[in-house]
Structures are given as C-alpha cells and as structure tokens.
C-alpha cells in the first residue's frame, strides 16, 4: 500500500513539473536539465509556504544585485560567488514563472516584475564590471570614458536582444497554446487599460503601465510584418479562434527560431559573462553581446519578418 501511495504521489508531481512548464516548443535544454527542476523545487517550497510569485520575484532581484557587487572584486573566489549567486537569482526567476502557473497566480504586475528583475541583475553587473575595469586595467584608467561607453552600447544592445526574444516566444506560444497560455499583448488593448487609470487614485499602477505600454510599443515598432500579419489575422477571424492548420504551419515555420530566442535570453550570456571573469578580462563580456548576439539577433528578426509577410500573403491569397 506504501509503495503505491509513494508511486502515486510521484507521478502527481511528475505531472504537476510537466504542468509547470511552458512548453516543449520554447523550453531550452539547460533549462530543463538544470533550472526547471531546481525551479520546481522552490516553486512547491514556497506554494507549501503560501509566498506569493512576485515575492519570489523580488527575491531573485536582491540575490541578483549582490552578485553583481561580487563581479566588482578582482578576485576569482569572490567571483565564482557572484557567479553562484546568479545561478540561484536565476533559480529563482525560474520559479516564479512555474509557481504561478501551478496556482494559477498570474498577473501583468508579475510579467513587468520578471521582465525588470533581469534588467536590475544585468545593469548592476555593467557597473561593477565598469567600476572594476577603471581599477584594474592601465587603458581604461586612462580612458575610463571608453568602458562606460561601451557598457552603455552593450546594454542597450542587451535590452532590445531580450524584449525581441521575448515577444518572439510569446507570438510562438500565442498560435501553440492560445491567448491563454500565452503573455502576448498589444498596445492598443495596453492603451485602453492606461487610460482608465488615474495619476492620482492610481499613481504606481499607472506608472508600471507606462512603462510596459512603451515596451510594447518598441517591441511592436520593431516587427512591421508580424503587425500587419496580426491584423491581417484579426480582420479575417477576429476573436474567434485562429484555423488549426494556420496555427500548426505557423508553429513548423517558426519552431527553428526559438533556439535564439533562448540564446538571447539568459543562458548563452551568462556562460560568455563567466568565461570573461575566469579569463580576467570582463570587459570582453561588452563585446560578445556587442557582436555575437547582435549578429544572431539580426538573424532572428529578419527571418522572422520574413515568414509573417509569407504568412500574410498566403492569408490574403485565401490559404487557411
């Protein structure tokens, strides 16, 4: 009876981790090996323990802005700290994403919470990497302009790389799962949302939404042809529910891109940003994200305007 119970207690869990994911189509393979599983673990802890998805989020930005201080220091075992510290800053991102989906705990707070809190890890490692260059290296004590500079450049760069690899997988997730298992949103039902809110009856609603509402807006002004193949989808079908054979198609063609989309996120960065530390020379981070994941950005957005105009013309050519 006890092995029973034991084995059916495993394959609830094993079914409440597979629910806790987004889905095959988007989940990377590092991902799955190393951060989901940790990820789930914390996610039943604090279920267990009723903390809340945002809180988990506000967590990871804490532990996150302390590893960045420990980049700062010119010493490799304060480093593999800082390093440690964004694994579990990470492990926590992960675990807010699947602790909300197994309560059913979704929010756009916690979207913009979880968007930021990678912005907040990333722009305190730039400034102690800047900080720790201008200390170290004869150039850029000389030129201490340039590293600033280039953080700038490489943050900027780093900023768009992930908001695009963000709406990509959304619009992905968008034709897998439908509107409900997926976070893509639109400026215009974004627009009509601010606009009922109040400066002053609702002033840090407001404000939150003023930011999204301007990432929206960039992210949609970056991707003229999935605009117009999203109205060319709403004119045809409105609300109603997009044809199975449109859907599968999109996803075939698009599937292929969401190994960048991963790339660009977390992963990929953050074994370039720890070889830069184990090698010394953090500054060769700026540059990595300032060539390779530019180059592989282009790529990922130029092929994907590329099947939202096919896409559109076969819509119009009366295909689905």
């Not at 980049?71 to 699947?98: K, T």
């Not at 990497?129 to 760069?157: K, P, Q």
């Not at 780093?158 to 695009?164: G, K, P, S």
């Amino acid at each position: 009876m006890t092995q029973n119970t034991n084995k059916g207690r495993l394959a609830a869990l094993r079914q409440e981790y597979r629910a806790s994911l987004k889905s095959s189509d988007t989940e990377e393979t590092f991902d799955l090996m190393f951060y989901r599983p940790i990820g789930f673990a914390w996610a039943v802890l604090f279920r267990r323990m009723g903390v809340k998805p945002n809180a988990v989020t506000i967590a990871s930005i804490f532990i996150g802005l302390a590893a960045g201080i420990m980049m700062y220091f010119d010493s490799m075992w304060l480093n593999v700290v800082g390093m440690l510290l964004l694994v579990w800053a990470n492990s926590y991102d992960s675990a807010d994403g699947q602790l909300a989906r197994l309560t059913k705990q979704y929010s756009r707070l916690g979207r913009i919470l979880d968007g930021v809190s990678g912005d907040i890890w990333f722009a305190a490692i730039y400034i102690a990497i800047c900080i720790r260059e201008v200390h170290t290296s004869e150039f850029f004590m000389d030129h201490n302009w340039v590293v600033w500079l280039i953080a700038v450049a490489a943050g900027f760069c780093h900023a768009m790389q992930a908001a695009q690899a963000d709406y990509y997988r959304q619009f992905h997730l968008f034709f897998l799962k439908g509107k409900e298992g997926s976070e893509l949103d639109s400026s215009a039902s974004l627009k009509e949302k601010y606009s009922t809110l109040s400066w002053r009856k609702d002033f840090f609603a407001k404000l939150i939404m003023s930011f999204y509402l301007n990432y929206t807006l960039q992210q949609e002004s970056r991707t003229p042809a999935m605009q117009r193949l999203r109205a060319e989808l709403s004119e045809r079908f409105g609300q109603g529910v997009t044809p199975a054979s449109f859907r599968d198609a999109f996803r075939k063609a698009s599937l292929p891109l969401m190994k960048y989309t991963n790339m660009l996120s977390f992963n990929t960065r953050c074994f370039a940003l720890f070889a830069s530390l184990f090698l010394r020379m953090p500054w060769l981070y700026f540059a990595f994200e300032l060539t390779v994941l530019n180059v592989m950005l282009l790529y990922m957005m130029l092929r994907h305007e590329s099947i939202c105009r096919r896409f559109t013309q076969e819509l119009k050519n009366g295909k689905y």
